[in-house]
């Protein structure tokens, strides 16, 4: 069974991950702000897609429509203002307490011919503070819970770090992302993390940390808005969700099929829905769990909802 998961985690890496090295890209048009008026937008992250040029590596609003046929369509709408959708948790461990702040975004699409090709697909970014507010940890994912990556900075204790953690860097199916993420001594929110996304794929290739005060760019028009308008996008004379609200899909964002993700994987993963980008929170009111592991045995384990747990299951000891 062990020698099954491996070969076809292999086949996964092969197929639908490698990729060429960073090809440095401008700071043209980063996704961001410089602004600092709450606590999430102090410490939003920057966000650099390669080849911004093409609508599919934009990231947009979600917005909602009736289709020709009269029937209901949900998509990422790249003619707005690129929205960050937010939420800030706290969570507790023998060491303390902490807070996440996260950053939920999507794009329209990913082309044919990627394994992750399919419609509204979307990024999670997390900041995890400590009680002086600095940024322990750095976790990226895809809104699937795919290509998981949890970069450290120096302010996280010594101990707290998985046995044998390459301070160098790490290798995520494909991309190699650094180890850990030096900051100053002392600590200001105009650091910020700066994520360069491939594009098509919008996988991160790479995470470095800015003086946002010594960043010459120009940002494009971002918006951070609360993650519960994800369930009030206008429709007509009323309002739909993001994600369906009921049977099977309950807690799936709709429109989101990944075809090659569930004919390659779907079997033995034992889930059909593998690569559908799904809703974050309690599974009794998603319907969903955002697993982070595919081995179907460690869902519950590798829930990133709940963070303390996930931690654990991944050796993070904070």
């Not at 100053?184 to 994520?195: E, G, M, V, Y």
């Not at 971002?222 to 206008?234: A, G, K, M, R, S």
Request: hydrophobic letters at 35%; a neutral charge; charged letters at 15%.
């Amino acid at each position: 069974m062990i020698r099954i998961f491996t070969s076809c985690l292999l086949l996964f890496a092969i197929v639908g991950c490698t990729t060429s090295p960073i090809q440095r890209h401008t700071r043209d048009g980063l996704y961001g702000t410089a602004q600092t008026d709450t606590l999430l937008v102090r410490y939003a992250p920057i966000i650099a897609p390669q080849q911004n040029a093409a609508t599919h590596n934009r990231i947009g609003r979600v917005a909602a429509k009736y289709n020709n046929e009269g029937e209901e369509e949900v998509f990422i709408d790249t003619r707005q203002i690129a929205t960050f959708y937010t939420q800030s948790t706290t969570f507790k461990t023998n060491s303390g307490q902490y807070r996440n702040l996260i950053y939920r975004f999507h794009f329209p699409y990913v082309p044919q011919l990627n394994l992750t090709a399919g419609k509204n697909g979307g990024l999670f970014v997390i900041i995890t503070l400590n009680q002086e507010q600095q940024p322990l940890l750095i976790t990226t994912v895809h809104t699937c819970g795919c290509y998981l990556a949890i970069v450290p900075t120096s302010y996280l204790q010594a101990d707290a770090f998985p046995e044998q953690w390459n301070h160098e860097q790490q290798w995520i199916y494909g991309e190699t992302l650094p180890g850990l993420l030096t900051y100053p001594t002392k600590f200001n929110s105009a650091w910020r993390p700066l994520i360069y996304l491939r594009s098509d794929t919008h996988r991160v290739m790479h995470i470095e940390q800015v003086n946002i005060d010594q960043l010459n760019t120009l940002f494009q028009p971002t918006e951070f808005v609360p993650i519960e308008q994800l369930h009030q996008l206008p429709l007509g004379d009323g309002v739909t969700s993001f994600y369906y609200q009921s049977g099977w899909q309950k807690g799936y964002v709709k429109n989101s099929i990944k075809m090659w993700e569930r004919l390659w994987m779907s079997w033995w993963t034992l889930d059909l829905r593998i690569g559908s980008d799904k809703q974050l929170g309690d599974p009794a009111e998603t319907g969903t769990v955002f697993y982070t592991s595919l081995i179907p045995w460690y869902r519950d384990e590798s829930n990133l909802w709940y963070f303390e747990r996930f931690l654990k299951f991944w050796g993070w000891r904070l």
